[in-house]
């Protein structure tokens, strides 16, 4: 049973930066693909980051590049989201997912497994 538990959200003033974590665990994770998504209120869940757990390939939505960052600990069966120079428009619930394939998928229905989420508020 694959399980994500995500945490490290919160309430941040605009231009501030926060780090999330994605602790992952009840498989072996070397040939997933991990990934991030977020969700406003009233709108879709969108992709924001993802990266092979294995190849350490990425990609990025063009609203965060440059922004964020997805990184992973091996040992620690553990990924982030680092964000940085963080906007009102971010403010989301952000969610972990993972899919077992190669290919970062940008389409949620795509994605396998999911976290519960953590709240990310950005205001002043």
């Known amino acids: 049973q694959v399980q994500l538990v995500e945490s490290g959200g919160g309430l941040v003033q605009p231009g501030g930066s926060l780090r999330l974590s994605c602790a992952a665990s009840g498989r072996t994770f070397s040939s997933y693909t991990m990934g991030w998504f977020r969700q406003a209120p009233g709108k879709e869940r969108e992709f924001v980051a993802g990266s092979h757990w294995r190849t350490g390939s990425t990609l990025y939505a063009d609203s965060v590049k440059g922004r964020f960052t997805i990184s992973r600990d091996n040992g620690k069966n553990t990924v982030y989201l680092q964000m940085n120079i963080l906007k009102p428009e971010d403010t989301a619930i952000y969610y972990c997912?993972?899919?077992?394939?190669?290919?970062?998928?940008?389409?949620?229905?795509?994605?396998?497994?999911w976290g519960q989420g953590t709240q990310v508020t950005v205001s002043s």
């Open positions: 997912a993972a899919r077992p394939q190669l290919r970062i998928s940008t389409d949620r229905r795509e994605w396998n497994f």
